[in-house]
């Protein structure tokens, strides 16, 4: 098990089969023109159970998700648990974002904000089987090797309503807060659990710092946007 230091990384980033791969080309200027265009909202404590339920919705799919809760009933059980525990503070931040009526939302947390680790830990202890644990604590373990020690904005949590995907949100809500880490000339950091979304991530700026994977799991890649 690693130490909560090195627990700091999210084994479910990001944004599963995100609207901009699965919706349209990669290079696609309608997308990038709706992207503009998308009003992106500031979400409170109140809108924190819709939020939820989106991205609960958008990681049905993800492949390190449902790793870790293969059994439909276990995933629906567990998953929005984490998701709270993993998002909670980008709330208490106000760096929590969503676009209409909760079809897509991002879950910020600024420089000096990390999720409850102890809670998360302790969520894992108690959802997951022992058997499995030693696993999954590897691949946090390995995560911390790539969290970066300087001042930076994490994503642990971005996604979009499968019934949504393909109207652009994904990079409306990219863009969005990627505007405030150019104006304080800060990183932003993420992993993304889905490879198919790197392209997408690549596109805003991101660029890959390696793999993580250990025994069964499926491949994270940890991604980086410098300071500009």
Known sequence: ?????????????????????????????????????????????????????????AFSVDPA?????????????????????????????GTAHFIGDVQAAAMWLPPGVQPDEEALMAHFQRTVPEQD???LFAVFEQMGQYHPDEPHWYL????VDPAQQGKGYGSALLKHALRRCD??????????????????????????????????SPPITPMLRRAG
């Open 65 to 93: 998700a449902r790793w870790t809760y293969p059994a439909p009933e276990n995933y629906l059980k567990h998953f929005p648990d984490l998701v709270r525990i993993f998002g909670h503070k980008a709330f208490e931040c």
């Open 183 to 216: 104006e304080d000339r800060t990183p932003a950091y993420l992993e993304s659990s889905n490879p198919e979304n790197i392209p997408l991530y690549r596109r805003h700026g991101f660029e890959v710092l390696g793999t993580i994977q250990v025994g069964s």
């Open 133 to 135: 644990q030693d696993t």
């Open 156 to 159: 642990p949590l971005i996604g």
């Open 1 to 57: 098990m690693p130490s909560p230091a090195n627990t700091s990384g999210n084994l479910f980033l990001h944004e599963p089969r995100t609207d901009d791969l699965t919706g349209g080309s990669p290079g696609s200027s309608t997308l990038a023109d709706a992207a503009r265009e998308i009003d992106v909202q500031t979400a409170g404590i109140g809108d924190q159970s819709r939020l939820v339920a989106a991205i609960v919705l």
